[in-house]
């Protein structure tokens, strides 16, 4: 299965600012999905991003909060844009396996506090 | 639409207890069901994975069944440890609409957590 790293593992910010988080994969993927997770929450499916095409956000998200690029089929940034303390969270890229039953991998996350 | 329903935790168990956590899935096609894992600031890990009805998935000591009839996938560990203590997520893949992409759906996770 493909790994994958993802940077950075942690931050503090500050409101207002944006932060930008990369996953590298180590091998070609057609999919890639951006996820969050809040304090003892379940994953929230943010968007999807595809190569080469704008990425698909799901309700409540939108691109000019977090504007996705995906410039080749092992790289994909997600950014979070004017933060406030509502988006303290943890970020979360992830690939599909192979089909149906391939199963996903999961960068390690990054937990990010905004202050 | 799909939805995957865990048991509330936290679970607190005995080291060597039986383990048995509860999963149901709501899907529109015939999904695939998966556990996850994520230990105290981890990303998520694959536990195991079922594809079809009556199919077993295990890792770990850990099965669960894939039971269409009740639309469920318990998590069951005989003997838990220690190390075992971590956030557990059931999930299902399911392709969205007619030649469309695998979306996964999770549930909330369950906490487990292991005494000595």
């Known amino acids: 299965s493909a790994v994958i790293s993802q940077k950075p593992s942690r931050d503090i910010c500050q409101r207002g600012t944006s932060l930008t988080i990369q996953c590298q994969v180590d091998s070609q993927v057609t999919m890639m999905f951006w996820y969050r997770q809040q304090p003892g929450q379940s994953l929230t499916l943010i968007a999807t991003a595809n190569q080469g095409s704008e990425a698909t956000y799901e309700s409540g998200f939108v691109i000019d909060k977090f504007p996705i690029s995906r410039p080749n089929l092992t790289f994909s940034t997600l950014t979070v844009s004017n933060m406030s303390p509502e988006d303290s969270s943890i970020y979360l890229c992830?690939?599909?396996?192979?089909?149906?039953?391939?199963?996903?991998?999961f960068g390690s996350g990054t937990r990010l506090t905004v202050v | 639409g799909n939805s995957v329903t865990q048991m509330e935790g936290p679970v607190t168990l005995s080291e060597e207890a039986f383990l048995t956590i509860n999963c149901t899935y709501t899907a529109t096609g015939y999904p695939s069901l998966f556990w996850y894992v994520q230990y105290p600031g981890e990303g998520l890990q694959l536990l195991l994975k079922a594809t079809k009805a009556d199919d077993k998935g295990s890792n770990k000591g850990f099965e669960a069944t894939y039971r269409k009839e009740t639309t469920s996938f318990h998590l069951e560990k005989g003997s838990v440890q220690v190390s075992d203590s971590a956030v557990y997520f059931c999930a299902l893949s399911d392709r969205q609409g007619s030649g469309g992409s695998y979306i996964p759906t999770f549930g909330r996770g369950t906490s487990l957590i292991v005494h000595p």
């Open positions: 992830s690939v599909e396996g192979t089909g149906k039953s391939g199963g996903y991998t």
